[in-house]
């Protein structure tokens, strides 16, 4: 099947900087990506939709200039959560659609855990 | 909105013993219910799904029936095995709501003792 990785697993950060995460469909071409955030004891929210050469599509609440998401081609996506504080401290995870709909069937990324102290 | 509420966890089981997951939903119009599975270290995916009132998913011995009249898709397995160990996610797919989105539940940990 269809394969999503991404890099790194988890990371742990200061408060105030940046940090990278990023999503790769690995045997297929993605030109969407979905990036979900989860809570402890919570379910996965949708925060955005990644669109490849075109700007990313957010959902209410979500700070765009906060989380910047760069869909550089079709089998990577990037999010970078800018200035990071511990409320951002998270389970982030990405996900592609195998096919060109995007309501085709999800491949899901294996989660990258961001600590923020 | 369109939400979905699971049982909580965890939930231990010995090897054998029957497995209910419950989960409810709520929605406008018809949605697409689904069933995923994280196994430790890996990425969401997807169990079984159902498209329309009384239909069935099914797979690896899991199942689940839609069932609109109680806006439920309980996830069942007559016998589970150690290596059901995960965590599964109930989630709906509304077209006419929720912008088409899956919509996910809490998860439940499931872990089965030999």
């Known amino acids: 099947g269809a394969v999503v990785s991404q890099h790194p697993s988890r990371v742990i950060c200061k408060s105030g900087t940046s940090v990278k995460i990023e999503c790769r469909s690995l045997?297929?071409?993605?030109?969407?990506m979905f990036w979900y955030r989860q809570f402890p004891k919570q379910s996965l929210m949708l925060m955005a939709t990644?669109?490849?050469?075109?700007?990313?599509?957010?959902e209410q609440g979500v700070e765009k200039d906060k989380f910047l998401i760069n869909h550089a081609s079709l089998t990577l996506s990037t999010l970078t959560v800018t200035s990071a504080h511990p409320e951002d401290s998270s389970f982030y995870i990405c996900?592609?659609?195998?096919?060109?709909?995007?309501?085709?069937?999800?491949?899901f990324g294996p989660g990258t855990r961001l600590t923020v102290l | 909105g369109d939400s979905v509420t699971q049982m909580e966890g965890p939930v231990t089981l010995s090897e054998e013993a029957f497995l209910t997951i419950n989960c409810t939903y709520t929605?406008?119009?018809?949605?697409?219910l689904f069933w995923y599975v994280q196994y430790p270290g890996e990425g969401l995916q997807l169990l079984l799904k159902?498209?329309?009132?009384?239909d069935k998913g099914s797979n690896k011995g899991f199942e689940a029936t839609y069932r609109k009249e109680t806006t439920s898709f309980h996830l069942e397995k007559g016998s589970v095995q150690v290596s059901d160990s995960a965590v599964y996610f109930c989630?709906?797919?509304?077209?006419?709501?929720?912008?088409?989105?899956?919509?996910f539940g809490k998860g439940t940990k499931l872990s089965v003792k030999p």
């Open positions: 989630a709906l797919r509304n077209y006419g709501g929720s912008q088409g989105n899956l919509i």
């Open positions: 159902a498209t329309k009132a009384d």
């Open positions: 996900s592609a659609p195998l096919g060109a709909g995007r309501y085709n069937e999800q491949f």
């Open positions: 045997d297929f071409q993605a030109t969407t």
């Open positions: 990644s669109n490849e050469g075109s700007k990313a599509t957010y």
């Open positions: 929605a406008t119009g018809y949605p697409s």
